[in-house]
């Protein structure tokens, strides 16, 4: 077909266009794209490509009914053939999300930061807590990178980590590999409540991470390698505290000191495209760790400013390694031979025993507590393993003192290093009315794993028993921030509010109690 050169010229421009569009609701750029695609669609309403755009954008900005609706009219008209497979994707990915959105409620955060989309009958109980992290990280990270997004900014909990592989470009079985429990993708923040997981996680730390790759890709628009993205996110995951506590958790750091002694480090194209596709939970942890000691090299020899000035540095050069380089003062291939240096000098923490505190999914696990194989994990020593099988018999039928010498027997064995076996000593010193061992049995293991919800909440019980009520709200507030399903942190809690004369809090916490049992 003959087109004049004037057409042919404004076909090309608009297919450009049409492109540019793309990238931008691809690379968090909503907000921008919107008013360019309405003034298109009104000079090419019939045009296919612009209503697929559409469809799209109203998925990104969250009117899932809308972009619905727009995929259906383009479906039943026909659409082009290289047209389909897109279409076909999106319209499985915004069906997949109205059905799992289907009973959700929509929060907005007393400033109107964010929006936070759950499910009012099973994860209302989060909404305090989520509300209290968000609108602290919206302040607290601004300020380390130079950006407060535009809100309202949109939060999705689902009920289980499964949930991510149909509501994203994620597959089931990466989520089930590495145990993926959130995603920033969309315009949004998608989070498995801690309902999802057997023991709970570290989700108001989790939701903060995710936060932060949201600033992240909408402050550059979206330019930076997935290696850099999750170095500054776990960088900065507990800024929302107000701390700026800039270190790995013991465990943590013992795993990539392990790995770094092995020379089985991950390469940073391992990490792509992201870190949910590594080949266990293993590798995805020392990845995480990895980059960490990226971001920190680069902190502690720049200065806490150094984080601005690189996402400044991202948006003036086509060329990351050209923005490191600018920023640190030496040519992208120096800087890591200067981090890889650096981090060999660094004294990391390694523990007596590898414990790797995975995170576990209920889909087709047991959550019987009495699991030896997952509640024991890495006691290989079999005496020890005898006096860990025969105390938790004894305790279940009531033999309090006698599991109690069996745990002792089990902890002159291995020492006191392993979560579960101190907790189970722990509880049993509580059922003996003995809190001040209770605490002390418990106290290497709060510092070095402190991902077990059972520590804080075994810590917290302690110290309610001992009167020392502001202590043991700490310990339970931050049990609540890794399982605030068990009726026992709540229990606790209220006991703790109630002697802090905060009558109305304690009221609260019971009643969650009581709902929960």
């Given amino acids: 077909m003959f087109?004049?050169?004037?057409?042919?010229?404004d076909v090309v421009d608009l297919r450009q266009e049409i492109a540019e569009l793309n990238r931008m609701i691809d690379n968090w750029q909503e907000r921008h794209a919107e008013p360019r695609l309405r003034a298109l669609l009104e000079e090419h309403p019939e045009e296919p490509a612009l209503r697929w755009l559409d469809a799209k954008l109203l998925f990104h900005l969250h009117d899932y009914d809308a972009s619905a609706a727009a995929i259906e009219r383009l479906v039943a008209e026909g659409p082009p053939l290289w047209l389909q497979r897109p279409l076909q994707d999106l319209e499985e990915l915004v069906r997949n999300t109205i059905e799992a959105?289907?009973?959700?409620e929509i929060h907005v955060t007393r400033n109107g930061l964010f929006e936070i989309s759950h499910d009012p009958r099973r994860d209302a109980l989060l909404i305090p807590w989520a509300e209290e992290t968000l609108e602290a990280a919206w302040y607290e990270i601004g300020y380390d990178l130079g950006h407060w997004p535009e809100p309202p900014i949109r939060v999705e909990f689902f009920s289980r980590a499964s949930v991510l592989g149909r509501v994203s470009s994620l597959s089931e079985e990466a989520v089930r590999t590495t145990s993926t429990i959130a995603l920033c993708k969309y315009n949004k923040l998608m989070m498995t409540s801690p309902r999802g997981t057997l023991r709970g996680y570290g989700w108001r730390t989790t939701l903060?991470?995710?936060?932060?790759h949201y600033v992240v890709g909408q402050l550059t628009a979206d330019r930076v390698p997935v290696w850099l993205h999750?170095?500054?996110?776990?960088l900065l995951e507990e800024r929302w505290t107000g701390e700026r506590r800039f270190r790995l958790d013991p465990s943590q750091e013992s795993l990539l000191a392990r790995r770094l002694e092995e020379g089985n480090l991950l390469t940073f194209d391992q990490m792509h495209p992201s870190m949910a596709y590594l080949p266990s939970q293993e590798d995805a942890a020392t990845g995480y760790a990895q980059v960490f000691t990226v971001a920190l090299f680069m902190m502690e020899r720049e200065g806490p400013g150094v984080l601005r000035r690189l996402m400044r540095s991202i948006n003036a050069h086509d060329d990351v390694r050209d923005a490191i380089a600018e920023v640190m003062g030496s040519p992208f291939d120096r800087f890591l031979d200067d981090w890889n240096e650096w981090l060999r000098d660094q004294e990391l923490t390694r523990l007596p025993e590898d414990f790797l505190d995975e995170i576990e999914l209920r889909e087709g696990?047991?959550?019987?507590?009495?699991?030896?194989?997952?509640?024991?994990?890495?006691?290989?020593?079999p005496r020890a393993r005898d006096h860990l099988r025969l105390g938790e018999m004894l305790r279940a039928r009531g033999m309090t003192e006698a599991a109690r010498q069996s745990y002792e027997r089990a902890e002159s064995l291995l020492g006191r290093h392993h979560p579960e076996l101190q907790n189970a000593l722990a509880r049993t010193l509580l059922d003996l009315s003995e809190p001040e061992a209770a605490l002390e049995a418990l106290q290497e293991v709060a510092v070095w794993y402190p991902g077990f919800h059972r520590t804080h909440l075994h810590r917290g019980e302690a110290l309610n028993r001992m009167g020392r009520f502001?202590?043991?709200?700490?310990a339970l507030e931050r049990a609540a921030g890794i399982n605030p399903f068990d009726p026992a942190v709540h229990r606790e809690r209220g006991t703790a509010l109630d002697a802090l004369g905060r009558d109305e809090e304690a009221s609260r916490a019971r009643e969650i109690a009581r709902q929960l049992r």
């Fill in 470 to 474: 502001d202590e043991a709200l700490v």
């Fill in 365 to 381: 696990a047991s959550d019987d507590p009495g699991d030896e194989d997952r509640r024991f994990q890495g006691v290989e020593e």
């Fill in 230 to 234: 999750e170095a500054i996110a776990k």
């Fill in 208 to 212: 903060a991470h995710e936060y932060v």
């Fill in 101 to 104: 959105t289907r009973d959700h």
């Fill in 3 to 9: 087109l004049p050169g004037n057409a042919a010229a």
